[in-house]
């Protein structure tokens, strides 16, 4: 219905470089979230979290850390997901580790093809098995969207590739964190990416890049998911994201005035929030301010969809 969230916890580590992010969904609730929702004039359907997935290495698959597990919580999230877009409320996914992100649009493509992804990363994620040197599958998101790498997981859903790169903006990774291969494949796809150097640059608005964003792929998707990492915040601003970018990314009130410019577009379709890592918080303060800057960018999204519509 319009105007109902539903909420999904999906509390697995399995495609990244340690504990911690499993405890991401419970922390989320406990600081809030639904009820701040609630105020900002949703009707929230929590949908409970899927199985906790906790973090270990793969010593048998170093190039492809946990590939089996990451694939079944790929398809456990396209599942969850389905059903929620098919009682026609707005997913809103909290991981767990960036990998979540391919079952989203797995179950978004399955129903509307010309679903775009807007991913505000701190990281292209365009690592794949063949050139890796962590094996971390959370660096790999983009490309197995792009339909490269490991086909247990670029060939999960109902198409391949799930995303032509032209299905895809990229907003506020930092470049210094692209690799060779990753260049090469951003090259050759041609990928659409506004770095945090651009975002931020002197005489930049970013707010202003933000709408460029959305709009660029609202040109010729009538809706998309927007990924949110917490990773594309400056880790010395806000030092809650699993992997850090210190003195790297966008500062905090940045990336909530992008994230809530994002939230604005009538497109908005999903919302992902992953590598939230409550150990790196442990007295909950930047756990709250995330709550806040969820409830105000998603009050803004319902604005924009019209409250009595
Ligand atoms: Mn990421």
Redesign the pocket.
Known sequence: MAGEIALLGVPSCAGTHGPGQEKAPAALRDAGLIERLTAAGWKVADHGDLPVVPFRTDPAHRTSQNLDRVAEVVEAVAVAVGDILDEGALPLVVGGD?TITLGVVAAQIARHPWTGLLYF???L?LSVPETTRSGIL?TM?LSHLLGEGAPELYGLGPRTPLLPASGIVAFGHDPAELNASGRERMTRHGLRAHPCTEVTAPGADPVSAARAAREELAADHDRFVLHF?V?VIDSVDFPLANFPHFNEGLPLNVARDCLTEFCSAPQLAGLVV??VNPDRDPDGAMVRILVDALAEALGGALDARGRHA
Request: with cysteine; charged share 65%.
């Open positions: 960036c990363d701190g990281d994620d959370d998101v990492d990773d992953t590598e």
